[in-house]
């Protein structure tokens, strides 16, 4: 019986190739997995030296692999190039301006106390608050702690990252907010503004005096954090973001992006004009530059100091942009 034998032969060297492939398999997920239990390891004798109780330690990393969909949107970062105005469609929407609007009266005298402490007009709290969180409806389900200690083993910022996991168990020993309800964007952004652990000891603010810094659930410790963080990175309480403005036929090139300052003298005698064609405020001694994130052509604004503050809470024109777009439509 040749053609048995042959057979059976075929079944066993699938099966010992099966075989073969489970063990490849289970060796390669032995291994990251060590690894990653490694660096555990490793972090938790840096975290003490910085001061982390080893109960804290204990509670919070005892039982957490990494978490494959947080590297997968790490390398999927930056993603596509989309247009400004695809942008903005998506994040400044009627919707979400109806909804600003109507908190921004409901939490208007909260708003305005703190608004006048720090010297940042209400309308630029709560577009914040819009764009980071859908004014706190989505902070993003993820474990912070999870997400932190995956983004530094994985180690492609690993330096960053595990400066954030010890800055995150701090605010876990603080007792600001549970393990449990710990949540954040993938990359570690927490709460209703979105604050990295960093920007929470930079700015966070317990402005309900109960000893906790409370960025996922408490209205003014939220809008007191962000008004904070604006008033620390520069903002100029009398001022304005920018303005959308129009442009003569065949302006220069060499006029746009944020390395060309100019006074708004200088911007109107040049022939920049409010969107209806009526001049420009000009007020003297200010500064701004010309922006068109889609380029010449395309929506074009003129950005004051205001606008570089918005930027050093995210570095994306886009997003600087929409804010001020979104501060502007809720008045
Ligand atoms: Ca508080």
């Known amino acids: 019986m040749p053609g048995r034998f042959a057979i059976r032969r075929r079944s066993l060297c699938a099966i010992l190739f099966f075989i073969f492939l489970l063990n490849a398999s289970a060796a390669s997920a032995a291994e990251s997995k060590m690894s990653f239990e490694a660096w555990i390891d490793d972090f938790k004798v840096r975290a003490q030296t910085a001061g982390i109780q080893e109960q804290i330690l204990n509670e919070a990393l005892s039982g957490i692999s990494p ?7 790490d390398r999927k ?12 469609d998506l994040v400044v929407t009627g919707k979400r301006i109806q909804k600003g609007r109507a908190l ?3 939490h208007r005298p909260i708003l ?12 630029y709290i709560v577009a914040l608050w819009g764009i980071e969180s859908s004014y706190g409806a989505n902070t993003g389900g993820f474990s912070v702690v999870e997400s932190l200690a995956t983004l530094a083993w994985e180690g492609r910022r690993r330096d960053f990252f595990t400066g954030e ?3 995150a168990l701090k605010i876990l ?7 449990e309800n710990m949540k954040g964007s993938w990359a570690g952004a927490m709460g ?6 960093s920007s929470f000891f930079n700015f966070a603010v317990d402005y309900n005096h109960d000893g906790r810094r409370d960025i ?10 962000t008004a904070n963080y604006l008033s620390k990175s520069g903002w100029i309480p009398d001022e304005r973001w920018g303005r959308s403005v129009q442009v003569p036929a065949g302006f220069s090139k060499t006029m746009y992006g944020l390395d060309t300052r100019k006074t708004l003298g200088e911007w109107s005698q040049a022939g920049v004009r409010l969107p209806g064609g009526g001049k420009i405020p000009v007020v003297s001694g200010m500064e701004a530059s010309l922006v068109a994130p889609d380029g010449p052509g395309g929506r074009t604004f003129l950005v004051y100091d205001n606008y570089r503050v918005i930027l050093k809470w995210n570095r994306s024109v886009y997003f600087a942009s929409a804010v001020g777009l979104l501060a502007d439509s809720l008045l």
């Open 67 to 73: 978490n494959m969909r947080v590297i997968e949107l």
């Open 77 to 88: 970062q930056p993603e596509g190039k989309k247009t400004f105005s695809a942008y903005l």
């Open 104 to 106: 921004l009266a409901e």
């Open 112 to 123: 305005e106390k703190i608004g006048r402490e720090y010297g940042v007009p209400p309308q």
């Open 165 to 167: 996991l010890v800055k």
């Open 173 to 179: 020993q603080g007792n600001h907010i549970s393990l």
């Open 192 to 197: 209703q503004n979105q604050f990295m652990p």
């Open 216 to 225: 996922w659930s408490d209205k003014a410790d939220i809008f007191a954090s």
